[in-house]
């Protein structure tokens, strides 16, 4: 009887552990992953960009959740959006290049990225395209 309540008990203190646990990200986001966030964001659910930055941060947090700012940076017209290879030595400096799928609408820019690190996990802070910042 002791031992059936003592294993019932137990069973309950994993099934709480682990419904706590479900969507808990344990290992964060890391920068690669977060700049691919963004560029899916782009070309996908234009609702989601402005969750890739940092709130506390970045003065266009709130601007970036209209569509028609991202509109005058990414033009629709040029999803899909794409990156090259990727620096990610200095948080301070993440560079790459950003490719816009119809090369259209501005064809390669030089990206760098400006991140912070809000406990395990990375956000954007700002954004400069051909060295001139477009998101601050």
């Known amino acids: ?5 003592i ?3 137990l069973g309950m203190v994993i ?4 419904i706590s646990l479900i969507g808990c990200d344990l290992s964060g986001v890391t920068i690669d992953a977060r700049i691919d966030s963004f560029i899916s964001d782009i070309n996908y659910d234009r ?5 890739n930055f940092h ?7 709130n601007a970036l959740k209209k569509p028609a700012t991202l509109e005058a940076i990414f033009p629709v ?33 030089s990206a760098v990225f ?5 406990g395990m996990t990375w956000y954007i802070n700002d954004l400069w395209l051909s060295g001139a910042q477009v998101i601050q």
Do not use: E, F, H
């Open 1 to 5: 009887m002791k031992r059936t309540t």
């Open 7 to 9: 294993l019932a008990l």
């Open 15 to 18: 099934g709480a552990l682990t």
């Open 47 to 51: 609702t989601n960009v402005y969750l």
């Open 55 to 61: 709130s506390s941060a970045t003065s266009d947090y």
């Open 77 to 109: 017209a040029g999803i899909p959006y794409s990156r090259g290879s990727i620096d990610t030595s200095d948080p301070n400096n993440v560079t790459t290049n950003l490719d816009d799928g119809t090369a259209l609408v501005w064809g390669i820019k």
């Open 114 to 118: 400006v991140m912070i690190k809000d």
